[in-house]
């Protein structure tokens, strides 16, 4: 069961920082009906790694990333929007990426992809809708990666959204956020098995997937909920691996089950290309970002994050709504108390549902 | 130029989770001088990798890992205070550890060498001034690890100390702290050249043990810090490095060269022997915490830490300073607003200075 479509991009595509692609496609799934005006559709960008799959529907029944927030009478209510989940350029869900093949050579891009930016793929979403007749989106809405993305959306095409919804994004990557995504980059370029990007399908870079994920899901999380969660609970028996230094308490276990999950689905240029171009995210390159906001002509917007966010640092999403402030948007800065770190948009739904919802059914 | 003198370790030196030692020894260096009531020592433990050289001294005029805080009319003032500072036990700058010969084998002990407890450098540490004559501390004292080993030590030794210096530390590792060290352990054992321990001190790991100190140093810092101190400044032209994914930021340069030199400093089996024993710490192994203090016979106590470090979490030292008001010690609870992060108190020493002093100052 597949509900994903594909929405071919004008060809040359053209890359933020140099190059092109030919024959690109995005992967999307849509939920809900596009109404008589196309003015009720809600364009969703995702974080680093999902797919379009944001929830079940009749197609694919399995759960989303975001199941629960998305569908009838939940905070994107499909009885009244029109919600469109792209995956991202670059990635390897279904979305042309470093490791589909260029149709010049035929074989993968491998690191001869261009350079990815997070304004391409806020290019990509753009055209998606645009080919479903969709000239202005009621709301462009991402977490994470996709908060930055929203961003660019904003920034390269004034008047395309009425909307905006931030979620734990940033304007500018921090050093911090920086710094610990590089660490992961490493752990993948430093595994001889990736072979400087040359390695087969069938003996990916592992064991530095592995570890990169693993630091990742500590990035996405907090030590408040880790101490609720796992506290000092040892692994269970048949969980330990590692050998002389080998895993000893139930949250390594969990790392290891999500990093082994995640080496058999994500593709490791991909990751490496993605997690630069976050790295590399700088609104300011569009301009002075309340001049960017003024052009961009949105109407309100939502800025919501969490305050034990150590990737996304509150003060970033403070910073992005004071710009929206400026620029005379209607804004709403949603500080949360939630303990679960960056992924509470992924956790605590009843939390992050009521304040969306509220959003989107207030004009 | 040397300051280190070395104490032999009792033979056998029963290790805490079994085994034993035999011919081990300690390095350590002193400041100031023992009177003759022999009770003005300070005893000081140190965080994961420092050696014992904590200040410069005539024999070795270096500045130490924490010049500026032991020293005539200083924090740990010399002209009052006898310091005496110990390179752990496991450790591999004089004292016995992974990288020292086993006398049994004549070659390195590596992975031979018996489990590691910070128990073990606990009782290294009381051997070492016992064998200088010295009954009871006036304190007992150390950060991060050492506020661990301060812990054991007043568990393992009651009325062997009176008082204690607990800084940046915890009664138990919290499983963010255990996600985060065994990551770095990770990067070291999945490094090929690692081979299970048995690496000559030629071709060491070094890509595991880069990739493990810059993880280290991110979790040893905070954000807020880093976005003040690095923001987006671009890497110095001659620090890129790294190939493909080369390294583009000025935080990225900082932490490659702060790896470089950990790596030609650091014995990587060392550094997996207690960067385990940190996660294996847990006070509640010899009881009741609060039984465990009131048997300590401690006059009284200084707490301290900061609200920014993500390692060792303020709540975890207010715990350890509820543990001791309860066992009936005199404690001050100093939670600091250092927005360095959990090694504050290597680069903070005006705030942590004169904590400690006025601390030290009250009896």
């Not at 042309?96 to 891009?109: F, N, V």
Request: hydrophobic share 40%; glycine share 10%.
């Amino acid at each position: 069961m597949d509900a994903r479509r594909y929405a071919h991009l004008p060809d040359p595509f053209p890359m933020w920082r140099g190059g092109s692609l030919h024959r690109a496609r995005i992967s999307y799934e849509t939920w809900g009906r596009l109404n008589a005006a196309r003015d009720n559709a809600v364009l969703l960008f995702t974080g680093l790694s999902p797919p379009a799959h944001a929830a079940g529907s009749p197609e694919d029944p399995s759960p989303g990333w975001w199941e629960g927030m998305v569908g009838p009478n939940l905070a994107l209510d499909t009885e009244r929007f029109f919600v469109v989940c792209v995956n991202s350029l670059g990635s390897c869900f279904g979305s042309t990426g470093p490791a589909s093949e260029d149709p010049a050579t035929g074989k993968p891009y491998r690191l001869g992809f261009p350079d990815l930016s997070v304004e391409d793929i806020a290019r990509a979403g753009f055209e998606t809708v645009r080919t479903l007749g969709i000239s202005r989106l009621d709301t462009v809405m991402g977490p994470s990666l996709g908060g930055m993305v929203v961003l660019a959306y904003a920034a390269l095409f004034p008047g395309a959204a009425r909307r905006l919804v931030c979620i734990s994004g940033t304007a500018a990557a921090a050093p911090f956020a920086i710094a610990l995504r590089s660490i992961q980059r490493e752990c993948i370029t430093s595994d001889p098995a990736w072979a400087g990007g040359n390695y087969s399908s069938d003996t990916p870079p592992s064991t530095g997937q592995r570890l990169a994920r693993k630091l990742g899901t500590v990035t996405y999380r907090s030590a408040a909920e880790w101490q609720l969660r796992f506290g000092r609970q040892p692994i269970r028996e048949g969980m330990r691996h590692g050998g002389p230094f080998a895993a000893e308490f139930a949250v390594q276990g969990y790392l290891e089950s999500l990093a082994q999950r995640f080496v058999s689905a994500f593709d490791a240029n991909c990751y490496l290309y993605i997690s630069r171009s976050m790295d590399r995210f700088d609104l300011t390159a569009h301009g002075d970002p309340v001049e960017v906001f003024r052009k961009a002509s949105l109407e309100q917007a939502l800025v919501i994050g969490v305050q034990t966010d150590m990737l996304f640092s509150i003060n970033e999403q403070h910073a992005v709504a004071g710009f929206l402030e400026a620029a005379g948007v209607k804004t709403r800065f949603a500080p949360l108390a939630c303990i679960e770190g960056h992924d509470a948009f992924l956790v605590d739904l009843d939390t992050f549902g009521r304040e969306i919802r509220s959003f989107l059914d207030s004009s």
